[in-house]
């Protein structure tokens, strides 16, 4: 069981950036697919990028591509999301999760129930 902790949450002007950080302890990254999500005020719990356990293959989905990038640090034990030019409907709070079956040969998934280990999620508001 992994215990996952974000930072790098914050406050940024719209077209702003900012990278946020999974690290976890008790488990190593690299045996679970890693995802992150996140829920803003009102919604449900959205997947936006997973990273495969297998090669380090990864999926974005439509609404972040080309603007979020997904990526994992093994050394560190740490899995990363980089955002670039921010919007306003990317406010919410991320979260990380670890699964241990969230993938199939090197594809990762999103579904929310196939992720087991959940961070307490940080803060992330685009405004001017």
């Known amino acids: 069981q992994a215990r996952l902790v974000e930072s790098g949450g914050g406050l940024v002007q719209p077209g702003g950036s900012l990278r946020l950080s999974c690290a976890a302890s008790?488990?190593?990254?690299?045996?679970?697919?890693i995802g992150w999500f996140r829920q803003a005020p009102g919604k449900g719990r959205e997947g936006i990028a997973c990273?495969?356990?297998?090669?380090?293959?990864?999926y974005h989905v439509p609404s972040v591509k080309g603007r979020f990038t997904i990526a994992r640090d093994n050394a560190k034990n740490t899995v990363y999301l980089e955002m670039n030019s921010l919007k306003p409907e990317d406010t919410a709070v991320y979260y990380c999760?670890?699964?241990?079956?969230?993938?199939?040969?090197?594809?990762?998934?999103?579904?929310?129930?196939?992720?087991?280990?959940w961070g307490q999620g940080t803060q992330v508001t685009v405004s001017s």
């Open positions: 999760a670890s699964g241990l079956t969230a993938y199939s040969d090197y594809e990762c998934r999103l579904g929310v129930t196939e992720y087991t280990d």
């Open positions: 008790g488990s190593t990254l690299d045996d679970y697919a």
């Open positions: 990273i495969s356990p297998i090669d380090g293959s990864t």
